[in-house]
């Protein structure tokens, strides 16, 4: 006897992954910190992983409309939100990393850097907009803001942007990588290009 699955369930299959995937990679990344198994420059492996994490479910997020529209597969929209929230939990786990074993919480220190260092200062524009998606994905602040929510919630480009930026500044020799997630980027923002230009208008 064949078993069907629905739309619903196959949402909460999706978001159960999410859940499940992004929380064990994450835990594993400290465990492996705290007992020493992550080689020679720990503090650069956490870095690089929080952060290429927080790049790889930002452009998920941004994947899932031109699948959802191509395919017609409308419920992948409601996994959507929940691909961005990762993104920025693993972005906080960056920057909070970064503060405690790069700056070891010297504030004047992490302030300078931040003046100094143009790619952790477009790292950290990147956090910010994130954040400001995160706090308003909230349904009880979407509803208060209106059509201003769509409005700040299109910054999510900008952000995509920034942190394409801030992994190609980051990079002292090796950009294939990163080129290649700029190259993944770019054909993201040519899917929305009528959007965005909608959006550049209203300013």
Not at 136 to 158: D, E
Request: with cysteine.
């Amino acid at each position: 006897m064949a078993v069907t699955i629905n739309s619903r369930q196959i949402v909460f299959i999706l978001k159960l992954a999410i859940h499940l995937i992004s929380f064990f990679l994450l835990a594993r990344l400290y465990f492996q910190a705290i007992n020493d198994q992550l080689g020679a420059d720990p503090v650069e492996a956490v870095l690089h992983f929080t952060g290429i994490g927080a790049f790889n479910l930002l452009l998920c997020s941004l994947l899932v409309s031109p699948l959802a529209q191509q395919f017609k597969w409308s419920y992948l929209l409601k996994v959507r939100r929940l691909l961005g929230l990762y993104s920025f939990t693993y972005a906080l786990c960056h920057l909070l990393s970064f503060i405690a074993f790069e700056v070891q919480f010297d504030w004047g220190l992490f302030i300078n850097e931040i003046i100094e260092r143009p790619y952790i200062t477009v790292g950290m524009l990147a956090v910010v907009i994130l954040f400001l998606l995160t706090i308003t994905s909230v349904s009880s602040i979407k509803k208060n803001m209106g059509r201003n929510w769509q409005t700040l919630h299109n910054g999510v480009y900008v952000a995509l942007c920034l942190v394409a930026l801030h992994f190609y500044w980051s990079v002292k020799s090796d950009i294939i990588e990163p080129s290649i997630y700029i190259a993944i980027s770019v054909f993201l923002l040519y899917l929305r290009r009528k959007k965005i230009r909608r959006w550049l208008h209203k300013f």
